[in-house]
């Protein structure tokens, strides 16, 4: 077995040396790195500590490949976590795929790992990062500029989340998405129905809906209208009302710039 590097090493050691059994060395390792964000020293050494004691578990190596990732060593994270995924695919490829996505942006990586997971658990769609796999096709053919094959994937992950609670709990990007596709096919009237849909759910709380909105409206030149929303939008964007995500940019993420050049461009 590959030697797994370690930092602070010394009073880890000291720690887990006891008359315990390798289950319970084990057990307590991956408890104690539990206890510290992914990323930190600490929780990257449990983890290798854990792994020496036995490299088959495909749950320690996916970790231990995440902290690596979250400190900026992508060459680590990967070996580590082709590791989880042969040691456990069908848990651990979906959830590969969501970190091609939006760690690397290589969406055709992340939808090989998603359509993987359709053949490895055929009887149920996989939901890593809780959404469907069916969502984050949508979102990684949006990220390729492949609009009709992301605006497929919403409309089944949209119709299967309205089918099992409703649409008002449907996750109100899917229809952002959707409807940013609607708006890059000139599809016009298809665009403003999604944005409806998250300024409806949303009750106005969305920077990024009324943003889009304002483009979409600009386009079919209704500029008063358009005018009024690109005021919500920079509304909802000063008081925090826009989509982001931590460690990595959002999806089609939105800047106060491009606010305030759509308002200037309406004036």
């Not at 976590?81 to 970190?99: N, S």
């Not at 096709?137 to 497929?152: C, F, P, T």
């Not at 509304?235 to 050049?261: H, S, T, W």
Request: aromatic share 18%; proline share 3%; net charge negative.
């Amino acid at each position: 077995m590959e030697k797994l590097p370690r930092l602070f090493l010394s009073a880890l050691l000291v720690f887990f040396f006891s008359c315990q059994s390798k289950e319970e060395k084990i057990k307590e390792a991956t408890d104690y790195g539990f206890s510290f964000y992914q990323g930190q020293p600490q929780h990257m050494n449990a983890f290798a500590y854990a792994i020496e004691l036995d490299s088959t578990n495909a749950t320690n190596w996916r970790e231990l490949s995440v902290t690596y990732l979250k400190r900026g060593i992508p060459s680590e994270w990967k070996k580590y976590y082709d590791k989880a995924v042969f040691h456990d695919a069908e848990e651990w490829q979906p959830w590969r795929g969501y970190l091609y996505l939006w760690f690397y942006r290589d969406y055709k990586k992340a939808i090989a790992d998603f359509n993987a997971s359709d053949t490895l658990t055929p009887d149920f769609i996989d939901a890593p990062q809780g959404q469907s796999v069916d969502y984050w096709r949508g979102v990684a053919y949006l990220g390729l500029e492949d609009y009709n094959n992301s605006i497929r994937y919403f409309d089944k992950h949209i119709e299967a989340e309205t089918l099992q609670a409703g649409e008002e709990w449907v996750d109100q990007k899917a229809f952002l998405f959707r409807g940013i596709s609607y708006y890059e096919l000139k599809k016009y009237e298809q665009a403003l129905i999604n944005f409806d849909k998250v300024i409806k759910y949303s009750k106005d709380k969305t920077a990024d809906a009324n943003y889009y909105k304002a483009l979409t409206l600009q386009k079919t030149g209704n500029i008063p209208a358009a005018i009024t929303h690109a005021e919500k939008a920079l509304n909802a964007f000063n008081k925090g009302y826009y989509n982001q995500r931590p460690y990595v940019e959002e999806m089609r993420q939105i800047y106060i710039q491009e606010l305030m050049a759509l308002k200037d461009s309406l004036h």
